[in-house]
T-cell receptor
């Protein structure tokens, strides 16, 4: 069954730590996205990648970093520079072309200890 | 800048009532429009989409939406809601040429049995 796998489901971070959220897809999709979901704010775009080894900042990229070394993988690192990292993070992918819908993972909930 | 507005943040209906959720967007070019649903504890999934052709589109579970270009709107409708429609609904725009999807802030629907 094709889909997007995000891990872990829950993640806790201490102040000053970097943490990496995993996102893997076996849909053979070219484009991948990271969103942050906060109550009442919808989904806000952090980073996106159209092809391997290329990615662009979204609307709220500060304090985050990504890599796209493989087509199926798009990990997100939440750095210590992100002052308010507690949120629900969603990874998505699309086949390509803006008329295509996005497929979403189950999300990772990050909390600060 | 592109934006998507969902004016109803919380909606409470009784079963069998009719539903209409508003979605307005701002973008002057060609758009692709989506409605996604997030049931409690589940990942975001596509309800319906519009990218060309008949402006009245039908989706899963009896939902439909109408694209009115002159009003920059893509409202979601369902003639008779069920308790199982309790979820959060997101409108999204994929603006051609941008590779980005813009989401509204979401509408939480609660259907009372």
């Amino acid at each position: 069954d094709g889909g997007i796998t995000q891990s872990p489901k829950y993640l806790f971070r201490k102040e000053g730590q970097n943490v990496t959220l995993s996102c893997e897809q076996n849909l053979n999709h070219d484009a991948m996205y990271w969103y942050r979901q906060d109550p009442g704010q919808g989904l806000r775009l952090i980073y996106y990648s159209q092809i391997v080894n290329d990615f662009q900042k979204g609307d709220i990229a500060e304090g985050y970093s990504v890599s796209r070394e493989k087509k199926e993988s798009f990990p997100l690192t939440v750095t210590s520079a992100q002052k308010n990292p507690t949120a629900f993070y969603l990874c998505a992918s699309t086949r390509g072309g803006m008329s295509q819908p996005q497929h979403f993972g189950d999300g990772t909930r990050l909390s600060i200890l | 800048a592109q934006s998507v507005s969902q004016h109803n943040h919380h909606v409470i209906l009784s079963e069998a009532a009719s539903l209409e959720l508003g979605c307005n967007y701002s973008y002057g070019g060609t758009v692709n429009l989506f409605w996604y649903v997030q049931y409690p504890g589940q990942h975001l999934q596509l309800l319906l989409k519009y990218f060309s052709g008949d402006p009245l589109v039908k989706g899963i579970k009896g939902f439909e939406a109408e694209f009115i270009k002159s009003k920059f709107s893509f409202n979601l409708r369902k003639p008779s809601v069920q308790w199982s429609d309790t979820a959060e609904y997101f409108c999204a725009v994929g603006a051609s040429g941008t590779y980005k999807y813009i989401f509204g802030t979401g509408t939480r629907l609660k259907v009372l049995a």
